[in-house]
């Protein structure tokens, strides 16, 4: 877990992200992870399940429903509105720290 509660890691970044169209279940969200971050980032299951765990107990994630299939429990996660502000803060917060970089000049060139 990040230092401050309101921290996110990447991995918790991208399973907001990953949540952001609507709910998905456990292996569906890796998938979709992997595909947002460029396949920088990539989860295990326990990994995940231990952010989706956190990101629940502080509200920020819900079950959706649960269903079996082939004899599996599968569980859907679904982003609360407080979880898609954390993202939102989180992504404005990532586009100041990169306009800091790409608006320096080197005095060198000018």
Known sequence: MPRRSTEVSEPMYFVLAALLDGPLH?????GRVIELSRDRVKPS???LYGILERLTSQGTLT???EEVVDGRNRRYFRITDRGRAIAEAEAERMHHAASVIRGRRDPGLT
């Open 63 to 65: 079950v959706d429903r």
């Open 45 to 47: 299951i326990s990994t």
């Open 26 to 30: 456990g292996h569906a969200i890796v």
